[in-house]
């Protein structure tokens, strides 16, 4: 199984990605560790082909969770991808669990990456690329256009979960798991 965990910045994706690979005993790429360098370089806006040429790497195994969005890898990913969860919750618990979590980084001085020494700081909230001020700014527009593109013919292949509330992702999981479960079994059967 090949997993993308997508949904807007404080949605919860790679708490869920996490909790999935877990379950299933899958490895977890988590694509904001990929993206991030010292300093808050982002691979993704400073060094596009590199981005793409790490992301690329890492989904060349046979299974995975991953959870991200990049724009210049998308279509990379749901191509590879054998399922889809999408964490499509409604804009106040999006910016609650943004809120919180910004602010716990800022007080804790939690490095975001490890190796990166990346914190985030008090005068960051101030800035337009913050993800407070993303996910207020791109939420309703970034629903609509992956309900849009979930639509296209070149994802069919994707079972996927669009989540609408939080209590719904244990669900998921477990659907996940019952999936891989099958899975097993019919390679075992095969390999008879």
């Known amino acids: 199984m090949r997993i993308v965990v997508i949904g807007t910045a404080g949605a919860g994706k790679t708490l869920l990605a996490r909790g999935i690979a877990a379950r299933l005993n899958l490895p977890h790429i988590e694509l904001d560790a990929i993206n991030w360098q010292p300093g808050w370089r982002d691979l993704d806006r400073h060094d596009p082909d590199e981005f793409v040429r790490r992301v690329t790497a890492a989904i060349q195994t046979e299974a995975w969770v991953l959870d991200g969005g990049y724009n210049s890898v998308r279509d990379t990913l749901y191509c590879r991808a054998t399922h889809l969860v999408w964490l499509d919750y409604e804009r106040r618990l999006i910016m609650a669990r943004v809120i919180r979590r910004s602010l716990l980084h800022a007080i804790l001085r939690t490095e975001l990456w490890a190796g990166t020494g990346n914190r985030e700081r008090w005068r960051h909230l101030l800035r337009p690329s913050h993800p407070i001020r993303w996910a207020w700014n791109t939420w309703r527009r970034r629903r609509r256009e992956t309900a ?4 296209w013919v070149d994802y069919a292949h994707l079972m996927m979960s669009r989540l609408r509330r939080p209590g719904e992702a244990h669900q998921a999981v477990e ?18």
């Open 148 to 151: 849009e593109r979930l639509g």
């Open 175 to 192: 659907r996940l798991a019952l999936a891989a479960k099958r899975c097993r079994e019919l390679m075992q059967e095969v390999d008879r």
